[in-house]
């Protein structure tokens, strides 16, 4: 399954982002990012995996990256240089995928 390249208009984001307010959207309104943390970095781990193996299934991969317990997405289409619902739908899927594997708690001191 491909991931939409049509670029959302301003009147589709509007309501779309209504419902992830924990995302926030770049200055240049292309991209939309989220940072999460997670209790260790074996929880923050388990689900990078998870969202990596529903990104292969939709083939639409968001950049990310990871600091022991921390993981910032940013989610845009680059073939078409901005939102596409391919974006939405996958921050959708994250915020899922955050509340089944735990995440925005407190890390430990220690790493």
């Keep these: 399954m491909a991931a939409s390249t049509t670029l959302l208009t301003e009147d589709e984001l509007g ?3 209504s419902l992830l307010p924990e995302w926030t959207r770049s200055s240049a309104g292309t ?3 989220r940072t999460i943390e997670f209790a260790d970095f074996a929880a923050a781990f388990s689900f990078l995996a998870a969202v990596a193996l529903h990104a292969q299934r939709v083939n639409h991969h968001p950049d990310f990256s990871q600091s022991w ?3 910032t997405f940013t989610l ?3 073939a078409v240089g901005g939102l596409t619902t391919g974006d939405t739908d ?3 899927v994250i915020d899922r995928l955050i509340d089944a594997h735990g995440g925005d708690e407190p890390a430990e001191a220690a790493h």
Excluded: Y
């Design 69 to 71: 317990a921390t993981i």
């Design 76 to 78: 845009c289409t680059h």
């Design 15 to 17: 309501p779309i982002l």
């Design 90 to 92: 996958l921050a959708t």
């Design 31 to 33: 991209s939309l990012s």
